[in-house]
């Protein structure tokens, strides 16, 4: 029998868990919720901060909803706009620069 969508999910989340299971316990993880909820301690200048890490499982099939999770996609569009907001950034201190010469 077919293991169902969350069946898949829930197999793919502890694949992973169990991928990164001694650098969460090397690193004085803990768990704050369930076990894919992990929170690892760091020190910044003094100041203990607690850096979150979340497994989820990506959509990995198309829906008549969504589509299914892709990285390349994801990072050409946040490169995309990242690009964007550089041009911008550029495009408002250039028209700065020219109206402080003004």
């Known amino acids: 029998m077919a293991m169902k969508m969350n069946e898949i999910k829930e197999s ?42 979340d497994i989820t499982c990506a959509q990995y099939i198309d829906t008549k909803v969504s589509k299914a999770f892709d990285p390349f996609v994801k990072r050409q569009e946040f490169d995309e706009e990242q690009e964007i907001k550089r041009k911008e950034k550029e495009a408002k201190a250039k028209a700065k620069a020219d109206k402080a010469k003004a």
């Open 12 to 53: 793919a989340k502890a694949t992973v868990l169990a991928m990164l299971e001694s650098t969460l316990e090397n690193s004085g993880a803990e768990r704050y919720g369930t076990p894919y909820n992990q929170a690892i301690p760091v020190t910044i200048d003094g100041q203990e901060i607690w850096v979150k890490v």
